[in-house]
């Protein structure tokens, strides 16, 4: 037996995470040894216990795991063990590496150079508008935008890289690839593979979302990157646990400011007081990370106010009047009216034309700015 066929029988075994496997594997010379050593003996490798011992034991795993490798062949699925050449090798500076991954679209090269980008899963019109424009930058400098693929910062990090001509981004999953969560965005799952990019997964094509597959996830996202880019988050975002991550990794963790007396942004700015990196524009992230750095200067330094600027499609003047109106508080269609001084109902085809744009977003009371 391949130490590959033992990573994966092992990876098939549930809650055997890889610690324990690790230990597992300490206990004897040859890997392949495992699976012939008696209950009694399994039962005293710490944290193996009788439930595991019975499943490593179970005479159908080598079947379920041919089954498994079939089933994800099927769907294109690679999968990779951590005793494969094209493992990532950033993976394995992770105390607890996967055994296995299950890969769909294609790792190249150019993906040693990401950034992941997260937050909250109902970001601020704020959140939304900067995830969008930081993360559409990163990748028109050739950045590999890195998120969970989750509701929220994560959808508009995924969308805004896929939106640009030479955009990579990576997509790693809380569960097994037959239940993309949350189902809703199984649509952008598509567009990434279709476009360019990776969905990856450390559990079995057949594992459902669950309280603790998303940080082991979120461990994932943090080891694939140069850094985690934090747009914004609460006291308890999953995002502070991708940040902890990459601190604990070595690397460097960067948080937009936020207004100080909104929830929002405490946790990210409680982050910032512990010494994240604060950071406003694309030239602040290159200057943190200095493998960046000649990639801002080979597009202009400019590059970042040619993100800012850039917008779906041109503005008519009376569209560009009104959205200089709008800002992340809601304001209702009667102030608009007052302040602009044109009819109601110029006002609100001219916010349905900024909808359209995605410059503008509807909220209960009025409209904001979404980009």
């Known amino acids: 037996m391949t130490p590959a066929e033992v990573y994966l029988r092992l990876a098939m075994i549930p809650g055997m995470g890889p610690l324990t496997a690790e230990r597992l594997l300490a206990a004897v010379a040859d890997p392949a040894e495992v699976f012939t050593l008696s209950m009694q003996h399994l039962c005293a490798i710490d944290g193996i216990g009788a439930q595991r011992a019975r499943r490593i034991l179970d005479p159908s795993l080598a079947e379920q795991t041919a089954q498994e490798r079939a089933h994800a062949a099927a769907q294109g699925i690679r999968i990779l063990t951590r005793a494969d050449d094209d493992y990532p090798q950033h993976l394995l500076r992770l105390s607890d590496p996967p055994l296995a991954l299950w890969i769909r679209g294609t790792l190249v090269d150019s993906d040693r150079l990401a950034l992941a980008v997260v937050g909250p899963r109902r970001p601020s019109a704020y959140g939304h508008r900067q995830a969008r424009r930081l993360a559409g930058g990163l990748a028109r400098l050739g950045v590999s935008v890195v998120s969970g693929l989750a509701r929220g910062i994560d959808t508009v990090a995924h969308e805004a890289a896929l939106e640009s001509s030479h955009g ?12 993309p969560y949350p189902q809703e965005n199984h649509g952008l799952l598509l567009r990434i593979l279709e476009g360019r990019g990776a969905v990856i997964s450390e559990f079995p ?18 080891a694939l990157s140069l850094g985690v880019l934090v747009v914004e988050a609460g006291q308890r975002s999953g995002a502070l646990i991708t940040a902890r991550m990459a601190g604990e990794l070595g690397k460097e963790v960067l948080c937009l400011p936020g207004p100080v007396d909104r929830p929002e942004h405490q946790g990210s700015n409680r982050l910032l007081r512990d010494g994240a990196s604060l950071i406003t524009c694309l030239e602040d992230i290159c200057e943190e990370l200095p493998p960046l750095a000649t990639m801002l200067r080979h597009h202009g330094p400019d590059m970042d106010q040619r993100d800012v600027q850039a917008s779906p499609s041109p503005l008519t003047s009376r569209e560009r009047d009104l ?30 034309s900024l909808e359209l744009k995605r410059l503008a977003k509807r909220q209960a009371g009025g409209y904001v700015r979404a980009s």
């Open 168 to 179: 990579r981004t990576i997509a790693v999953l809380g569960s097994g690839f037959d239940y």
């Open 205 to 222: 094509c057949a594992t459902r979302p669950s309280p603790g597959t998303f940080p082991r996830r979120n461990r994932i996202v943090a």
């Open 323 to 352: 959205y200089t109106l709008l800002s992340d508080d809601v304001r209702s269609i009667d102030d608009l009216v007052t302040v602009s001084t044109l009819p109601a109902s110029t006002v609100t085809a001219t916010l349905i």
